[in-house]
């Protein structure tokens, strides 16, 4: 954990008055990943690239670099396994399959 | 110098709407708070004021309306009543947690079912857990000034928390009563510009408000607005004092009527409270001690102030003009008692539920309810802790 967060310990003494959250996007380092009980799986030879995916998550959790997804799979501390990815995809490449993580990381 | 003016009470509170001239009004219609909308609808129209009003489709749309607006950093007003009450209190919640000084006039109005328009406390009482300071006033006049210092006490960098300024439904809102109306230059030098504290607007500066708050932070924010309501209840007693020194109208916690030495005593809020004093006045002369408790801040709950004033009563009776179905007692009771307890006083005590939904009340049931206190003066006990008046059997 950075600055950008609460100490783990910090008191109510040490809360912002009205809850705000003063550092910007820090949710980044809130990570989800324990709310999923499925995770998606992208079949990279079958993608073509249209970026549906990456449009719909609405975690912006699917990696992108210079307008290809290809290969960069997803940001599994932030997707909630929502599954929008897998029913978006025209191509059907994207598969959500069990368990919270891939069983190699598990 | 005030002027004055003979004013129903709904437009002496939008009158003060104008002297204040807020940059958001978010509302929606409702009996018998309506006329306080379309009469500031209509100071809008003319160019009287420089507020937006946002004409929203329901209450639930009206408060989000207002928290957001005050949240970008704006000087935030609103009025309602009841149902329309009912239909806030989601976003009531969120107002004060997010410590918005959202300033709301509440005509108090029954809740349903069934359909009733006429007074009562209900709709107040349901929303007193959600954070927001309540004044409750007996009269016009009083609806007029609390309001200003509504927006006073919201707005202190020390309190920072949203205001009900309440008025009772039909018996102030639609009677008309000489008001003391004060001169806008005056009234807006006392209430002050509004400094926003963290607008969201400040672009320089982002934040974030309201986000997911769960297991591993939120009771430590709830215990940090918890320790917010000692400062609003001392904000409370020094806006009515720096209001009476301006303007010589001074307000408090409470209002005591003969309570030095009294040893019957009637508490109660809004308009009855001032039927009780005419019976406390009648009483006096024939030499019963009576005493009358007006409560002005229901929240925060002064209760050491309350305990100070009722520690000597020999019997104690405490009016709610609201009823909390399947309590033992009604929350007004209810929290004196806890107060009186809590600070080992003993004194026996009524609780008497009354008009509810407009049903009147007269001086000669506050004077029944004092025969009842001088029995149980004696008796030492009611025998039934509550008592409905002016209900038929």
Redesign the interface.
Known sequence: MSDRV?A?D??????V???????????EEYSVAGWRIVHPVRDDDACIDCLFCWVYCPDNAVYVENESVIGLGFDLEHCKGCGICAAVCPKDCIKMEEGSMPAEDE | MGVRQPLEGNNAVAEAMRQINPDVVAAYPITPSTEIVQTFAKFVADGLVDTNFVAVESEHSAMSACTAAAAAGGRVMNVTSANGLALMWEILYITASLRQPVVLTVVNRALSGNINIHCDHSDAMGARDAGWLQLFGEDAQEAYDNLFQAVAIAEREDVRLPVMSCLDGFLVSHSYELVEVEDDDALRDWVGPYKPRMPLLDINNPYTMGPLDLWDYYIEHKRSQWDAYPDAKQAVIEEGQRFGETFGRSYGLMECVELDDAELVVMAMGSTAGTCKDVVADLREQGVKAGLLKLRCFRPFPAPEIVEVLKGAKALAVLDRAASFGAATAPLFSETVSALYSHGVHAPALNIIYGLGGREIRPEDIVGVFDDLKAIAKSGQPSDPVKWIGVRE
């Open positions: 609460y783990k910090a008191g109510w003494k040490d809360m008055a009205g809850g705000y959250i003063p550092q910007a996007g820090n949710a």
